[in-house]
């Protein structure tokens, strides 16, 4: 299994977010240069799972995503969010506001 989200970028908009599945799993938004911005989840309690939590990040600062569905979203979330420390030294810009309360390391 891979440990990065690499799946090419989709842009970021109200068509492209229709066709989200509503199922739980992890997500990364972008900026145009592919910078990534936010981690984020559906779990449990996103109401239309992906799609609903994708779409709330429409019109915002990021202009494209990637996901990946998976049942075991928080330990995928924060292995994700543990990468990205890895390979830049800090938390993606939007994840910063509300930081998790613990994150181990990779590496």
Do not use: C
Request: no cysteine; hydrophobic share 35%.
């Amino acid at each position: 299994m891979r440990l990065r989200l690499d799946k090419p970028w989709t842009p970021l908009t109200d068509e492209t977010v229709k066709r989200i599945p509503g199922q739980l799993g992890v997500y990364e938004l972008a900026d145009e240069s592919g910078r990534v911005l936010y981690v984020g989840m559906a779990g449990g309690r996103s109401l239309f799972g992906l799609r609903g939590e994708i779409g709330q990040h429409a019109g915002g600062t990021a202009t494209q995503f990637r996901y990946e569905v998976n049942m075991q979203y928080l330990t995928r979330h924060q292995e994700l969010l543990m990468l990205h420390v890895a390979d830049t030294g800090e938390l993606p810009e939007l994840n910063r506001t509300n930081p998790p309360a613990r994150l181990g390391r990779i590496g």
